[in-house]
């Protein structure tokens, strides 16, 4: 069987590292920037950015719904930190109308974007994480959480009492940055939902 073909989304954000992550996790991995490159993939990485430029990006390059279908026809996706805040059904303080964070209705959540505080509130927490033995280094800058989760989403880990990781089917979401650390267990937790 052939390793699963996982784009990322390049548009802003950790590009290089998910890409590198996701090789050593078993997965070929390239970036997606086109239509015909979101079309080639298995599976999808949104990685950290700001998410209200990365919606902006997302229509001016005509990606938005093809994205929003692809995940609705049941492409796998994981989405950290702005990822995360782009793949919620809901998101709160999204924005001025026009320049807002636009959900792609991936994960039955609702996201408040920058909730921990601004980039100088940014911090490392070691968190338990559900699949994992031993707890995650996380890092978090201008990070979100996870108010709300549907029946179907399970929730995978909390920091400072709030949701900041969440699985629902082949979609996965963290708060914080995987790909800043050596560890690469939850790229390849993503990479066996494949």
Known sequence: M?????????????????????????????????????????????????????????????????????????MPAYGSCAGMILLASEILDAG???RDATPLKGIDMTVRRNAFGRQVDSFEDDIDFTGLDTPVHAVFIRAPWVERVGPDVEVLGEAAGHIVAVRQGKMLATSFHPEMTGDRRIHKLFVDLL
Not at 7 to 22: F, K, N, S
Not at 27 to 51: F, K, Q, W
């Open 96 to 98: 001025t109308a026009g």
């Open 2 to 74: 052939s390793a699963p073909h996982v784009g990322v989304l390049a548009l802003q954000g950790d590009t290089r590292e998910h890409l590198a992550a996701l090789r050593e996790a078993g997965a070929e991995a390239s970036t997606v920037r086109r239509l015909r490159e979101l079309e080639a993939v298995d599976a999808l990485v949104i990685p950290g950015g700001e998410s209200t430029t990365m919606s902006h990006l997302l229509r001016e390059l005509e990606l938005l719904e093809p994205l929003r279908a692809r995940l609705a026809d049941g």
